[in-house]
C-alpha cells in the first residue's frame, strides 16, 4: 500500500462551487498532514496543514483529518479561476520525511 | 526573495553522462531534500539529508547519489543518466524537528536524458 493515496482526477468545477479533493493514508504516515498547491510549471507552495482530528479553516479552504478512517480532505469554497492548480496531499510520520500523493489536478470554468 | 535556489532549470544530457544538480537554501535550514517529479506519480523521495555530512535514503535512490559538505549546499549526483531518468528534479530545505514541517521548494530542474 502507497503511504499517501490520492484520487488523481481531473477534478474541474464551476467558478463558485466547492471543489473537495481526498486523500487516504497508511499507519506509516499519521503523524501531520498539509495540502500544497502547484500552477503548471511552478513549485509546489504550502496552503494547508492539519495536525488533529476535526476541521480547520483558512480563508476559503477547509481541511478536514479524520484519524480512525485514515483520510484527509481540503474542501475550496467559492472556487475561483485562480484556484486552478494541482493539489498534492503529504503526511508525515515519525521521522523528517513528508510521503506525497501523486496529486489532483483541479480546473475551476469560468 | 529567493530562498531555495536550483542552479540548473532545464538540463539536457546524454545517455551515460555524469549529471550534478545543485541546490542551495540561504534560511540556515538542517534538513533538505531531492524528489523527482512525475505526471501520475507525484513527488517521490530519492535523498535527504539531516545535518552536514549527513544523508538517508529516500524511497528510489537507485542510480543516485547526494553530497551535502556544507549546510546550505545539497547536491543530486547521477553518476550514469539514464533515460528513465528524465524528470522533474525539486529540491526542498525545512528546518529540524516534527514541528517545524514547512518544506521550501525550488523552481525545480528538468532534466532530459536522451
Known amino acids: 500500500q502507497k503511504e499517501v493515496e490520492q484520487n488523481s482526477g481531473p477534478l474541474s468545477v464551476p467558478e463558485g462551487a466547492i471543489a473537495s479533493l481526498n486523500c487516504t493514508y497508511s499507519d506509516r504516515v499519521s503523524q501531520s498532514f498539509f495540502w500544497y498547491r502547484q500552477y503548471s510549471g511552478k513549485s509546489p507552495e504550502l496552503i494547508m496543514s492539519?495536525?488533529?482530528?476535526g476541521d480547520k479553516e483558512d480563508g476559503r479552504f477547509t481541511a478536514q483529518l479524520n484519524k480512525a478512517s485514515q483520510y484527509v480532505s481540503l474542501l475550496i469554497r467559492d472556487s475561483q479561476p485562480s484556484d486552478s492548480a494541482t493539489y498534492l496531499c503529504a503526511g508525515q510520520g515519525d521521522d523528517y520525511k513528508l510521503s506525497f500523493g501523486a496529486g489532483t489536478t483541479v480546473t475551476v470554468r469560468a | 526573495d529567493v530562498k531555495v535556489t536550483q542552479s540548473s532549470r532545464y538540463l539536457v544530457k546524454r545517455t551515460g553522462e555524469k549529471v550534478f544538480l545543485e541546490c542551495v537554501q540561504d534560511?540556515?535550514?538542517?534538513?533538505m531534500f531531492w524528489y523527482r517529479q512525475d505526471p501520475g506519480l507525484g513527488l517521490r523521495l530519492i535523498y535527504f539529508s539531516y545535518d552536514v555530512k549527513m544523508k538517508e535514503k529516500g524511497d528510489i535512490p537507485e542510480g543516485y547519489s547526494v553530497s551535502r559538505e556544507k549546510k546550505e549546499r545539497f547536491s543530486l549526483i547521477l553518476e550514469s543518466a539514464s533515460t528513465n531518468q528524465t524528470s522533474m528534479y525539486l529540491c526542498?530545505?525545512?528546518?529540524?524537528?516534527?514541528?517545524?514541517?514547512?518544506?521550501?521548494f525550488g523552481a525545480g530542474s528538468r532534466l532530459t536524458v536522451l
Open positions: 526542498a530545505s525545512k528546518l529540524q524537528g516534527t514541528g517545524a514541517n514547512v518544506l521550501t
Open positions: 534560511m540556515d535550514h538542517e534538513n
Open positions: 492539519i495536525y488533529s482530528n
